[in-house]
């Protein structure tokens, strides 16, 4: 009964692959997140997307592309990995103003 | 810009003394200030929030007070417990209630037995 689910959990890969982490939520929350913890723990958004609008943070290099075939799901896509990329990724949900809900987690670790 | 300043960043407690965590806040327009606990190698989890219609909420042994005029808000866990051990972040929401959180970096409390 997750509510929020991400697959895979651990993602191993070398320096210039693409990869994809895929995200899905069962709460029918309007929007849905994506966040990179670094590791200092410090939390980032990366992106927030609801069916109408994308918002990206600035700081986020285009490698990184949100896809959502439709409300349940957000995934990530990133291309040309690169060793800065290791991190936690986390997927998170919420209904529009509301608390945040975030998937487990999956671990990046670039070669 | 957005930015939230999270003290101290870590913090050590005997166990059964109280536990207080402080954050600021930039944007006047946030409205909605929520705290999350993480446990080493699991998700962040809310366990108390406020809005900024209200200056205090209470919720068994964890309590957050939200000062709107010097846009701060703090986090205060009584009676600590082994368990109460996790890193805490507090967020405060930017932009209206569309807008994205802003955390904190996050503290490391430590409650020792």
């Known amino acids: 009964d997750t509510a929020v689910s991400q697959t895979p959990k651990y993602l191993v890969t070398q320096m210039g692959n693409d990869k994809s982490i895929k995200c899905e939520q069962n709460?029918?929350?309007?929007?849905m997140y994506w966040y990179k913890q670094d590791s200092k723990k410090f939390l980032k958004i990366m992106f927030s997307?609801?069916?109408?609008?994308?918002?990206i943070n600035e700081t986020v290099p285009n490698r990184f592309s949100p896809k959502s075939p439709d409300k349940a799901h957000l995934n990530l896509h990133i291309n040309s990995l690169e060793l800065g990329d290791s991190a936690v990724y986390f997927c998170?949900?919420?209904?529009?103003?509301?608390?945040?809900?975030f998937g487990p987690g999956t671990r990046l670790t670039v070669l | 810009g957005e930015n939230v300043e999270q003290h101290p960043s870590t913090l050590s407690v005997q166990e059964g003394d109280s536990a207080v965590i402080k954050c600021t806040y930039s944007?006047?327009?946030?409205?909605?200030f929520p705290w999350y606990k993480q446990e080493l190698g699991k998700r962040p989890q809310l366990i108390i929030d406020?809005?900024?219609?209200?200056g205090e909420k209470k919720d068994q042994r964890i309590a957050v007070t939200l000062n709107k005029t010097a846009k701060h808000f703090s986090l205060h866990i009584t009676e600590t417990q082994p368990e109460d051990s996790a890193v805490y972040f507090c967020?405060?929401?930017?932009?209206?209630?569309?807008?994205?959180?802003?955390f904190g970096k996050g503290t490391k409390l430590s409650v020792k037995p």
């Open positions: 406020i809005r900024s219609n209200v």
């Open positions: 709460l029918g929350h309007d929007t």
């Open positions: 944007d006047s327009a946030s409205n909605y």
């Open positions: 967020a405060a929401r930017y932009g209206g209630s569309q807008g994205n959180l802003i």
């Open positions: 998170a949900s919420s209904q529009v103003g509301g608390e945040e809900f």
């Open positions: 997307y609801n069916n109408k609008e994308l918002i």
